[in-house]
T-cell receptor, first 110, second 114 residues
Framework: DAKTTQPPSMDCAEGRAANLPCNHS???????VYWYRQIHSQGPQYIIH???NNETNEMASLIITEDRKSSTLILPHATLRDTAVYYC???????????FGTGTRLKVLA | DTEVTQTPKHLVMGMTNKKSLKCEQH?????MYWYKQKAKKPPELMFV???????INESVPSRFSPECPNSSLLNLHLHALQPEDSALYLC?????????????FGQGTRLTVV
């Protein structure tokens, strides 16, 4: 199973961009990268996902390296409400297994 | 409507009790999931139902018994649990098949076994 590695914690100043990295060096060709966040033990909230191209939606941007071994989630203008644990996930090829990484605890500072 | 509804939100049960957790979605999703999350840890996959058939069981003890009565409902039956089974239990659903489809999570049931 592809696994992900994330830094355990990061701080970001309010209004600045938050860049959250994820390593997934064993990812296979058909496996998508997903990002979720979890605020204060609520259910995980979907943010964005991608295969090989960069993606952007109203919440964030996802940058995937050309070799697909790592990606970065970008929150362009972080707010206090973005304080959460951010999980990088790879869905195992051919299955419904979404395997969570250890997550990054992002703290947005006023 | 992108909502997955879990009931109850909180549950306290004794080690000899039998209880059930319920999950419901009306998005027409054909894959449904149970995850277990201990404090300060990532969610861990327990079971996956695909088209109402159990497709993944991550070696979960038999005191946890999943059931998928129809495409909108997912239950988790609990019996003879241990205190270490206390955790947040999360349900999720996703469209069946396809690769680039995201899963939606419920808010979870916080279970305490006493």
């Amino acid at each position: 199973d592809a696994k992900t590695t994330q830094p355990p914690s990061m701080d970001c100043a309010e209004g600045r961009a938050a860049n959250l990295p994820c390593n997934h060096s064993t990812i296979s060709g058909n496996e998508y990268v997903y990002w979720y966040r979890q605020i204060h033990s609520q259910g995980p909230q979907y943010i964005i996902h991608g295969l090989k191209n960069n993606e952007t939606n109203e919440m964030a941007s996802l940058i995937i390296t050309e070799d697909r071994k790592s990606s970065t989630l970008i929150l362009p203008h972080a707010t206090l409400r973005d304080t959460a644990v951010y999980y990088c996930i790879v869905r195992v090829e051919g299955t419904y297994k979404y395997i969570f990484g250890t997550g990054t605890r992002l703290k947005v500072l006023a | 409507d992108t909502e997955v509804t879990q009931t109850p939100k909180h549950l306290v049960m004794g080690m000899t009790n039998k209880k059930s957790l319920k999950c419901e979605q009306h998005m027409g999703h054909r894959a449904m999931y149970w995850y277990k999350q201990k404090a300060k840890k990532p969610p861990e996959l327990m079971f996956v139902y695909s088209y109402e058939k159990l497709s993944i069981n991550e070696s979960v003890p038999s005191r946890f018994s999943p059931e998928c009565p129809n495409s909108s409902l997912l239950n988790l039956h609990l019996h003879a649990l241990q205190p270490e089974d206390s955790a947040l239990y999360l349900c999720a659903s996703s469209p069946g098949g396809g690769w680039g489809t995201e899963a939606f999570f419920g808010q979870g049931t916080r279970l305490t076994v006493v």
